[in-house]
């Protein structure tokens, strides 16, 4: 099945060049079911880039996905044209009386700053505050996973000395869980962050529990079963050439940056980088819609009530 995004949205011709199903808003209408409503709370400052990201995963998956985009009520991007943003984005406050499937929290370019002295703080713990009784199932990704796992169980990130930036050998730490089907054991992740989340602090909150790791990065993936919530503090989602990028925009501005770590051939920045983590983001994102489908109440206005898993 396709995903449903407005025609107008930069992702739905980027998709359809890649094969991924796009449907239009009459013929969604059409179709007897009912799609699998998410929200992706955008906080990164290329939106496009990681609106086109995100449906490119959740969009791959056999249901019928509705995606809504939303943003900071208050924060004003200065990186997206106003008109984009007016055009497909909601504000949370006009949604905040609506249920979702499924929330993703993106990550956002402000890891060095003290959770309490980001701008709109107080309606991130709002957001996340929502969640609990509107959303079926979230997914915090990178910042947006620490600012979760920060709010509702008290494990703060920690500074790095130096940047992690690179692909890091990852290990499958709960191969039974339903969200690693068709893992390998061993699989690269892109990681890009100055800030990591402790293992010794994860395994101290006998509430979470650890699905992917690296000895070199830490934890990647962490579940909070009771809650429906998955964190993950690496970049599945990156595209190709996300850290040739990221690494060509800091050594343009003449910024220390290592040569992103098992990325280019040959650790050479001057070859074209290789994507070796596409299968295992497909297989993620499949398997976190998957669940999804199958423990949502059918009748969406359940959701945050006590309802039978559909499996039984």
């Excluded at 130096?162 to 290990?171: E, H, L, N, S, V």
């Amino acid at each position: 099945m396709p995903i449903k995004i407005p025609a107008s949205l930069p992702a739905a011709d980027v998709l359809k060049r890649e094969g991924v199903m796009v449907m239009r808003e009459d013929q969604a209408a059409r179709q007897d079911i009912r799609p699998m409503r998410i929200a992706l709370l955008n906080l990164m400052p290329k939106k496009i880039e990681t609106e086109t990201q995100f449906a490119r995963l959740i969009g791959a998956t056999p249901l019928q996905v509705e995606l809504t985009l939303v943003r900071p009520t208050e924060h004003i991007s200065k990186t997206t044209s106003q008109a984009h943003i007016g055009a497909h984005y909601q504000p949370f406050q006009a949604i905040r009386g609506e249920k979702f499937d499924g929330l993703i929290i993106t990550g956002a370019p402000i890891e060095h700053l003290p959770y309490e002295e980001v701008t709109y703080w107080d309606e991130m713990r709002e957001i996340m505050d929502w969640s609990r009784s509107n959303v079926h199932m979230t997914f915090g990704v990178c910042w947006g996973g620490m600012a979760m796992l920060y709010h509702f169980n008290g494990i703060d990130k920690r500074m790095l000395p130096q940047k992690a930036f690179g692909c890091y050998p990852q290990k499958t730490l709960a191969p039974a869980s339903p969200y690693l089907r068709g893992f390998s054991d061993r699989f690269v992740i892109p990681v890009s962050r100055w800030t990591e989340i402790a293992q010794e602090d994860v395994d101290a909150d006998p509430s979470l529990v650890t699905l992917l790791g690296s000895e070199e990065t830490g934890p990647c993936l962490v579940e909070d079963p009771a809650h429906r919530a998955l964190y993950i503090f690496n970049h599945f989602e990156y595209d190709s050439h996300t850290l040739k990028n990221e690494y060509d925009r800091d050594i343009a501005r003449g910024k220390p940056i290592n040569v992103p770590m098992n990325y280019y051939p040959g650790d050479d920045p001057t070859r074209p980088p290789q994507n070796r983590w596409r299968s295992h983001a497909h297989l993620l994102y499949m398997n976190w819609v998957s669940e999804m489908y199958l423990t949502t109440p059918f009748d969406i206005d359940q959701i945050g009530e006590v309802v039978k898993d559909r499996r039984e």
